[in-house]
């Protein structure tokens, strides 16, 4: 059978990232065991989901990064919402009773720097305002959480999140113009 | 010859001090203008240099994307009518056929409708990697080699006529859906191998590809997009809208869309939706294939074959045979799969796309299609002409209204099952779910898109056409596709294995279809 070529030559370009994704799969995995196996027989604090939780982080962030809406404010919040996560799980397994102020510190200077993003390229990031609605959403709840169990003792911090939250989610309604419903519609619609 | 070339520098150098006092004019009006880069105009005389100025700075106010992309459309505008001066077209009819009109609005409205996905779409951004994607393939073979310049314009007005193709995927809470995204589509001269995962995360990108390599137009769709019928339509308007711009004006019929024609409601549904159908809901599930032998190559596919033949002698042979042509590739494919396999025992199960189409006219260019399996044991496959009987019977009754609609009903309720659950939530599960059923049930696909026609004004001018299936983890994926006297049927190759393209050559070469076959070349790991 003889062919006739008719496309181009390939690039010779091999691309190494689904093996590079499977061997660092394998390794992860298994310092997940490793690290769980460790901890049971040493016994002690659950440090290893720390370590579980970091894996993902790693995994998910620069491994094997999103293939969709992978744009500035996607990752930011992300970044962001994992590293939080992180520091509750050390309060709660390692040593308590700091990780309210410090999401909330957290929350408060990634709402800034959300905005920040947003207005830098507006014109494209302009798309991209669910994450950011998301992310203003949690510290929202968060805060008025935090209010609540504070008991009256609530650190300043607490307030500052609340109205930032608060403020963000008018720029994001501001950015939809005056497709509000639409946009919402759009980023919330179940069919 | 000197002389020529000192009036073209003349003719730059007034292009260029007269956009100088263009500039000092606006300067002295007061007006606020964004200016371009000064362009060289492509023709020699004075005047029509200045008809092209006018009709530039007329391009400029109806263009509202970030001034990069603007100056990059705008160069597209020049580069065409470099092409037209080189030529010999006379300005006036370079401008008509270039007319900014052409644009309809679309580049200056800011972009704000969007999509949700259809059912049969919601899959695919599930069942992305890093190294694959639902991606496919429909090219036209012109008689003459491609002007770059001329398919670059035919893109940009051809695109607004098809929306839901000019959009971003983006994640909603709850599904995935297509933003709208108004930026400047653009063609790319072919380097890579076939149906290559389009890069779709960053903002505003593109979701298919438009490639040129010699007398080929290739369109990269993904699969999330719309189906082999919806991409046809495309492809085909491309084609018309390129050949106008060359001076071939055709009519808009044969499933040619008018570029500048009113986008109908109709084309952008989500068609699933529309059909209620009653009785069992199935389809889905069945029991893992055997799949053809050899190593999966690591870049896939690894090696694209097309066997071109005459179509009446292919449609006589399965005549001929008591089969339809699908019905007479299949046997071959089983065939070759056979030869292409070291086991004795299990099934070979391959799927076939079914146009919806046909039992629920439609003329949505969205996804409307359903499959279903051709299963046959590898004990009973020997000759092809003996599975004939039984594929014809399979066809008939898997591909049939009421189990097509069986399976619709399947995806309707499987996809309004899980609506509600959060997407970080949903995808994982789902991905779970498509790793165990997936490309594992079938050994692999034909999907036939049937005949192709093109207006009779263009249609001499078109060679043929192809259809290549994207590469999954089966070893080998079949697709055909007929033009004029020419019937094309494609091979997608995923290991570097032979046995199976050569089984089917072998095999066609045996029922008297002497095929011509062309490809490219094979990626060795």
Redesign the interface.
């Known amino acids: 059978?003889?062919?006739?070529?008719?496309?181009?030559?390939?690039?010779k370009k091999?691309?190494h990232?689904?093996?590079m994704?499977n061997i660092v799969k394998d390794l992860f995995l298994l310092s997940a065991l490793l690290c769980v196996t460790i901890n049971i027989w040493a016994g002690g604090k659950a440090w290893s989901i720390i370590v579980l939780w970091s894996l993902y982080m790693i995994w998910t962030l620069f491994i094997?990064p999103?293939?969709?809406?992978?744009?500035r404010i996607?990752q930011f919040t992300k970044v962001i919402v994992q590293s939080c996560i992180m520091l509750v799980l050390i309060d709660v397994f390692i040593t308590s009773g700091w990780a309210s102020n410090v999401v909330s510190i957290v929350c408060f200077g990634a709402l800034i720097a959300v905005c920040l993003l947003l207005y830098t390229d507006f014109?494209?990031?302009r798309?991209?305002l669910?994450p950011m609605i998301?992310l203003s959403a949690l510290s929202f709840v968060l805060s008025v959480v935090l209010m609540i169990i504070s008991e009256g003792n609530v650190p300043w911090q607490v307030p500052v999140t609340f109205v930032l939250s608060l403020a963000v989610l008018i720029v994001c309604f501001k950015t939809m113009g005056g497709?509000i419903k639409?946009e919402l519609k759009?980023?919330?619609?179940?069919? | 010859m000197r002389q020529k070339t000192r009036q073209k520098e003349d003719t730059e150098k007034s292009n260029i001090s007269e956009a100088g006092m263009e500039r000092q004019k606006s300067k002295k009006n007061g007006k606020k203008k964004v200016h371009l880069p000064d362009i060289s105009l492509p023709f020699a005389a004075e005047a029509d240099n200045q008809k092209v100025a006018l009709f530039l700075e007329d391009l400029e106010r109806r263009i509202t994307l970030s001034m990069a992309e603007k100056i990059a459309l705008i160069e597209d505008f020049v580069n065409a009518l470099k092409f037209y001066a080189t030529t010999g077209l006379t300005v006036d009819e370079a401008l008509e056929r270039l007319d900014a009109k052409n644009l309809g609005g679309f580049y200056s409205r800011p972009s704000n409708t969007w999509y949700s996905l259809d059912n049969a779409a919601k899959i695919y951004p599930f069942s992305m990697k890093h190294d694959y994607m639902a991606v496919f393939r429909l090219s036209a073979y012109l008689k003459e080699n491609i002007v770059p310049e001329i398919l670059q314009m035919a893109l940009t007005f051809t695109v607004k006529r098809f929306p839901s193709f000019a959009t971003t995927v983006k994640k909603g809470f709850f599904w995935h859906y297509l933003d709208a995204t108004k930026r400047r589509y653009i063609v790319e001269p072919e380097t890579g191998m076939p149906c290559q995962p389009i890069r779709i995360g960053r903002s505003g990108s593109q979701t298919f590809r438009v490639l040129y390599y010699q007398n080929r137009i290739s369109v990269e769709y993904f699969h999330i997009l719309t189906d082999g019928s919806g991409g046809m339509c495309f492809l085909k308007t491309l084609v018309a809208e390129y050949f106008r711009l060359l001076g071939t004006t055709s009519s808009c019929d044969n499933g040619v869309l008018p570029v500048n024609g009113l986008v109908a409601p109709g084309e952008i549904s989500n068609e699933f939706l529309n059909i209620r159908s009653e009785g069992a809901a199935s389809g889905f599930v069945q029991k893992a294939a055997v799949q053809f032998g050899g190593k999966l190559a690591r870049i896939r596919p690894c090696r694209v074959i097309h066997f071109k033949m005459d179509a009446t002698a292919l449609k006589e042979v399965a005549g001929r045979k008591g089969a339809t042509v699908t019905a007479y590739i299949l046997s071959l494919m089983f065939v070759a799969g056979r030869r292409a396999s070291d086991n004795i025992e299990g099934e070979f199960n391959i799927q076939v796309p079914v146009n919806m189409r046909k039992f629920h006219p439609s003329n949505t260019l969205r996804n409307f299609s359903m499959y279903c399996g051709i299963r046959l044991p590898l004990a009973e496959i020997s000759e092809p002409d003996e599975l004939i009987p039984e594929i014809m019977r399979q066809l008939t009754d898997k591909a049939s209204y009421k189990a097509m609609n069986e399976m619709v009903k399947a995806t309707n309720l499987l996809t309004n099952a899980i609506r509600f659950i959060p997407l970080f939530l949903k995808a994982p599960v789902v991905r779970m779910v498509y790793g165990f059923l997936g490309d594992r049930i079938f050994c692999s696909t034909l999907s036939n898109l049937g005949v192709v026609s093109l207006p009779p004004e263009i249609s001499e001018r078109v060679d043929s056409f192809d259809f290549v299936l994207g590469a999954g983890t089966n070893r080998a994926s079949c697709s055909v596709v007929t033009f004029g006297n020419t019937a094309t049927l494609s091979v997608t190759k995923n290991t570097i294995d032979p046995s199976f393209e050569e089984a089917l050559y072998e095999l066609l070469y045996r029922d008297g279809l002497t095929p011509v076959v062309e490809g490219s070349e094979l990626i060795a790991d």
């Open positions: 059978m003889q062919i006739n070529i008719t496309y181009p030559k390939p690039p091999k691309s990232r689904s093996i994704i094997h999103d293939m969709i809406e992978y744009n996607s014109e494209r990031q798309h991209n669910l998301l497709n639409s759009k980023l919330f619609h179940t069919i």
